[in-house]
């Protein structure tokens, strides 16, 4: 069963922990994103890599880290020094066209 | 500044209307066009794409029109249902993928 899976579904923490999100594709691809979506907003990317051991930091990348030491694996950590980490978050791939995993709900109390 | 620019922020059509979405853009270097469909709490799925060799596509119920000269493309879905009720986004990106600008979103609420 090809897809993108993301883990957990939804994710509870207090304030100034770290949290790291979980992002696995089974689809060979190369690029992998991490998205993040506000209520009622659009996606703004948080960070993408195209290639094993590299990746690049997108628009709001402030708070946020990634690693990407397998091909089939983008992780994010969410740090306490992100002043907003309550979101849905969106991990992607693509070779040629883009698909999204479910998606994390982190609330951060 | 946006690369994408998305209308409008949402929409509301009786069942069996056609709404229509649009979207227009700046950077001439984009050539892959996709329309992206989000139900509550789920990711987006890809719905149609389009590259900018032809000016229409269809799938189904959904279409694409592609005005090149004018930087600017839309949706429409034929024939709506209720089931249809989401919220859409449309993207752009250049010949590589190795990014993806999205629009802001139009929340589509189909009225039975």
């Known amino acids: 069963d090809g897809g993108i899976t993301q883990s957990p579904k939804y994710l509870f923490r207090k304030e100034g922990q770290n949290v790291t999100l979980s992002c696995e594709q089974n689809?060979?691809?190369?690029?992998m994103y991490w998205y993040r979506q506000d209520p009622g907003q659009g996606l703004r990317l948080i960070y993408y890599?195209?290639?094993?051991?590299?990746?690049q930091k997108g628009d709001i990348a402030e708070g946020y880290s990634v690693s990407r030491e397998k091909k089939e694996s983008f992780p994010l950590t969410v740090t306490s020094a992100q002043k907003n980490p309550t979101a849905f978050y969106l991990c992607?791939?693509?070779?040629?066209?883009?698909?999204f995993g479910p998606g994390t709900r982190l609330t951060v109390t | 500044q946006q690369q994408v620019k998305q209308s409008p922020q949402s929409l509301i059509v009786q069942k069996g209307g056609i709404p229509i979405i649009n979207c227009a853009y700046e950077?001439?270097?984009?050539?892959?066009f996709p329309w992206y469909q989000q139900f509550p709490g789920k990711g987006p799925a890809l719905l149609i794409a389009?590259?900018?060799?032809?000016s229409e596509k269809k799938e189904g119920r959904f279409t694409i029109s592609f005005n090149k000269s004018a930087k600017q493309f839309s949706l429409h879905i034929m024939d709506s249902q209720p089931g249809d009720s989401a919220t859409y986004f449309c993207?752009?990106?250049?010949?590589?993928?190795?990014?993806?600008?999205f629009g802001s979103g139009t929340k589509l609420n189909v009225k039975p």
């Open positions: 993207a752009a990106s250049t010949y590589n993928f190795n990014k993806f600008y």
């Open positions: 950077n001439t270097a984009f050539d892959y």
């Open positions: 992607a791939s693509s070779a040629l066209e883009q698909y």
């Open positions: 890599s195209q290639i094993v051991n590299d990746f």
């Open positions: 689809l060979n691809h190369d690029a």
């Open positions: 389009i590259r900018p060799d032809v």
